[in-house]
């Protein structure tokens, strides 16, 4: 049976919760995420903004964020290596979800 809440379903199609889960559950994708909310980042100042991330992962979350349509890729300068990411509009309509993620953290902290 479905959780409801006001007699009404969480979900409108069974599945819904499970791919928003496939995209932002991985270890990692929030915290990224979060970092590229303030504003585009380039791949080393993400490495910086969490630490103990593995740069082999950061990569790969980063890849499937792009395979996602969740991020896009440009190069700064246009003619340069160097990648610059940035949240798509269908990224940025995940802030609403990571900001009640973010008041919960802080109303049941450990």
């Known amino acids: 049976m ?9 979900e409108k199609n069974v599945g819904c919760i499970a791919q928003a889960m ?15 909310f303030q504003s ?6 993400l490495e ?6 593995n740069p082999r992962i950061l990569s790969k979350r980063l890849d499937y964020l792009e395979e996602q349509k969740i991020v896009s890729v440009a190069y ?18 995940l802030l609403p979800i990571l900001k009640s993620m973010a008041d ?3 109303n049941y902290k450990v």
């Open 22 to 36: 496939s995209i932002i559950g991985n270890k990692w994708t929030a915290l990224i995420l979060r970092d590229l």
């Open 40 to 45: 585009p980042q380039r791949f080393c100042q």
């Open 76 to 93: 700064d300068p246009p003619a340069s290596s160097r990648k610059v990411y940035t949240l798509t509009k269908k990224g940025e309509d």
């Open 104 to 106: 919960w953290g802080l």
């Open 48 to 53: 910086k903004s969490i630490p103990d991330i």
């Open 2 to 10: 479905l959780a409801t809440l006001n007699n009404q379903s969480i």
